[in-house]
């Protein structure tokens, strides 16, 4: 039965880790719901969140690449340092710097008392609302382009606030970029390629110790079952990010508010009637 559960939890993770939901809260809540009813763990979330950022990286490929390349190139000065991806290399590098430290000082509490469904709740509405707000005031008239290094370094910590299970890493750094006046479309790719290294880095942790430290795959879930789950996860998270971008191109982010929202109470009920622990 847990092959099965696995496969599902991969299916959640695919479609909530790119819309501004968190994807991590509906693991955790669809997790008490299912036979093996309890927490898929920590270890389980950042280890599948590894197919869902590979296909951000299969998505994304020509404009990894090219930015990649001039990267390089401007350090190697073969490429103006003024250079727009080469720029970009850099932005995405400071900006995953706060989560990186963040992640590291409150590991202990990221994998344990965060994890409790009244603080996701709370965040799911309240984070919700600000995302509301920031998608109804902003202007809309920066791109990518206009990024600069304090804008890069907002978005980062924006980022951060997703190590609290609730806040979403896409509805964090979407809901800063649209308050500094980016448009909904330049918000969405930015939060794509400055969760790479931060995802990618914590999946990896996880990995090692799982092989390393030889602590096997903490939670109720196997080494293969989790891995089945990231195998999902990334089908299902390619199709949802050319979706989503196609989506919010022409529509606001309302849909996902009422979402954050309704789910939220649903979690202050379930909790205050006692369906569900904490």
Do not use: C
Not at 123 to 142: C, E, M, P
């Amino acid at each position: 039965m847990n092959w099965i559960e696995a496969a599902f939890l991969g299916l959640v993770q695919g479609l909530t880790e790119f819309l501004p939901i968190s994807s991590s809260a509906h693991l955790f809540v669809v997790g008490k719901f299912l036979p093996v009813g309890t927490d898929p763990g920590a270890a389980f979330t950042a280890v599948s969140q590894l197919g869902t950022e590979t296909a951000v990286v299969v998505f994304f490929w020509r404009d990894i690449l090219r930015i990649i390349r001039a990267w390089f190139g401007a350090l190697r000065g073969t490429v103006p340092r003024s250079d727009p991806d080469a720029r970009m290399g850099w932005l995405v590098i400071i900006g995953s710097i706060p989560i990186v430290v963040l992640g590291i000082v409150f590991q202990n509490a990221i994998e344990s008392s965060l994890r409790n469904l009244w603080i996701v709740a709370t965040t799911l509405i309240v984070f919700g609302l600000i995302l509301a707000v920031a998608d109804a005031v902003a202007k809309q008239n920066r791109t990518l382009k206009d990024l600069s290094v304090k804008h890069g370094i907002l978005f980062g910590l924006a980022q951060a606030l997703a190590l609290i299970p609730g806040v979403s890493r896409s509805g964090g750094t979407i809901t800063a970029g649209l308050l500094m006046g980016y448009t909904r479309e330049a918000a969405a790719r930015y939060s794509f390629l400055l969760a790479i290294p931060a995802v990618f880095g914590s999946g990896f942790y996880e990995l090692y110790k799982i092989f390393a430290k030889h602590e096997g795959a903490q939670g109720p879930f196997g080494l293969g079952q989790t891995a089945l789950a990231t195998a999902i996860a990334f089908v299902v998270g390619y199709l949802i990010i050319g979706w989503f971008l196609k989506y919010i191109s022409s529509n606001s982010y309302r849909i996902f508010v009422w979402y954050r929202i309704a789910l939220g109470l649903l979690l202050f009920l379930l909790l205050g009637f006692g369906v569900i622990s904490a």
